[in-house]
């Protein structure tokens, strides 16, 4: 039985963002077999090195590492155009001491949704909403298209629309792209609740008027119910 959000809720709608919220990059072993760091001793990628190469992946904000003025542009723009966001992704990984052609394998998981894991609450919480009549945006950053990582997990029909950065020509925190999401859902910012994993992009949206819920983005298996608790606190009982 899908649950069914409550209808005394002042929210009409609930904007996500993707990574680190419904869904999360989780590295496999599988990736990094007989990968090896670009240093004269080809020292290997343990535990410690693939965490922290993917944290670099989808850390939301900020730069982890040197940039020239080149890079640093693409970075800045990576998530407005696929070719920026490739650039500015393996210079991370070239950076971080991979050799050309493991940064490329890997960035390869980075774009492909085969590789996203959604968390525990992620269909029940998208399923019931839908169920209750409250409207769904997905607001994300992102240069690669989400959607089939919902078409996996049979929720994409639960989302009543996709806000992707490269298809609008805006990045969060810029109020542009949470309107858009506002504009074609058609609620008013006061009646719509954003849920992210970062205060400075998913938090841009209280500059409208919306609410904001902060989720943490532990690993899948750690956070089995943090949706369901955010949209509670708000006042969405699922």
């Not at 949704?113 to 994300?140: H, N």
């Amino acid at each position: 039985m899908v649950p069914v959000a409550d209808p005394k809720t002042d929210m009409d709608a609930v904007l996500f963002d993707f990574s680190g919220t419904l869904f999360r990059l989780e590295e496999d072993d599988s990736w990094f077999e007989g990968m090896t760091l670009d240093t004269p001793d080809n020292k290997e990628v343990d535990a410690h090195v693939q965490a922290e190469l993917v944290h670099r992946l989808t850390v939301p904000t900020g730069q982890t590492v040197s940039m020239t003025p080149e890079a640093l542009d693409a970075w800045v723009n990576r998530d407005l155009a696929p070719h920026l966001h490739r650039e500015a992704y393996l210079h991370v990984l070239r950076e971080s001491g991979l050799a050309r052609h493991h940064a490329e394998s890997l960035y390869s998981k980075v774009i492909d949704p085969i590789w996203w894991r959604p968390y525990p609450d992620t269909a029940r919480v998208l399923a019931g909403l839908k169920a209750g009549g409250i409207k769904t945006a997905v607001v994300s950053n992102i240069a690669f298209d989400i959607r089939p990582a919902f078409e996996r997990i049979g929720v994409a029909d639960d989302v009543d629309v996709f806000i992707l950065s490269f298809e609008v020509g805006s990045t969060k925190p810029d109020p542009a792209i949470f309107m858009a999401a506002l504009e074609q859902l058609g609620v008013p910012a006061e009646r719509a609740l954003m849920v992210g994993d970062s205060d400075e992009a998913d938090g841009g949206a209280r500059a409208l008027g919306c609410g904001f819920a902060l989720v943490d983005p532990l690993p899948t298996k750690d956070r089995p119910d943090g949706l369901v608790a955010a949209l509670g606190a708000h006042g969405i009982a699922l």
